[in-house]
């Protein structure tokens, strides 16, 4: 399963997928309902390949963790993000018997079942190797914006060319 351009988008519900990268951002498309929107750097966003679940051993990625759900359940749905927190647990527990349940709290078990129920509905499960640490060049180019340029630094060419003439 590759995961390498879902995106959850803070304050934002479903997923979206990484479109175009544009100067001040870029464009993602709705899982839910298929719209566009613009997001800026502003906004706090997750790359799904990214995300990992914390283990008593370490962290194991979202991909792999996806990749068994998709096994258990033959590429079939999932047990609903809105079942009981002891059930979700309980199912999370077959699934990675390992999570650090001090650490992996029960709303993080409901967004990973309902991102992988949301991505099962739109076709997105498949037998597609994992997605690994190499990123594309649009999520690189995200990643190092967001991290390594405070919000403050980031300037427009039309205000760089402005604050060299003064």
């Known amino acids: ?23 001040t951002g870029f464009i993602a498309e709705s899982l839910l309902d298929g719209k566009k929107i613009t997001v800026n750097l502003k906004i706090n ?6 995300i990992s679940i914390y283990t008593y051993e370490g962290e194991k990625p979202l991909a792999e963790i996806m990749q068994k759900i998709a096994d258990k359940e033959n590429k079939d749905q999932a047990i609903s993000h809105k079942e009981e927190n002891a ?29 992988y129920n949301m991505l099962q509905a739109k076709g997105l499960v498949t037998d597609e190797e994992l997605a690994t640490t190499e990123e594309t060049p649009v999520a690189e180019e ?4 967001a ?13 760089n060319a402005k604050a060299k003439k003064e």
Request: hydrophobic share 45%; proline share 7%.
């Open 87 to 115: 059930t979700l647990a309980a199912y999370f527990k077959e699934i990675l018997p390992d999570y650090d349940e001090e650490r992996v709290y029960p709303s993080d078990i409901k967004k990973v079942l309902n991102w």
């Open 45 to 50: 966003v997750s790359l799904l390949s990214e």
């Open 147 to 159: 991290d390594e340029t405070p919000i403050a630094e980031v300037k427009t060419p039309a205000k």
């Open 1 to 23: 399963m590759n995961l390498e351009k879902i995106l959850a988008i803070s304050g934002k519900p479903g997923l979206y997928v990484l479109r175009v990268q544009t100067r």
């Open 142 to 145: 995200l990643v190092a914006v």
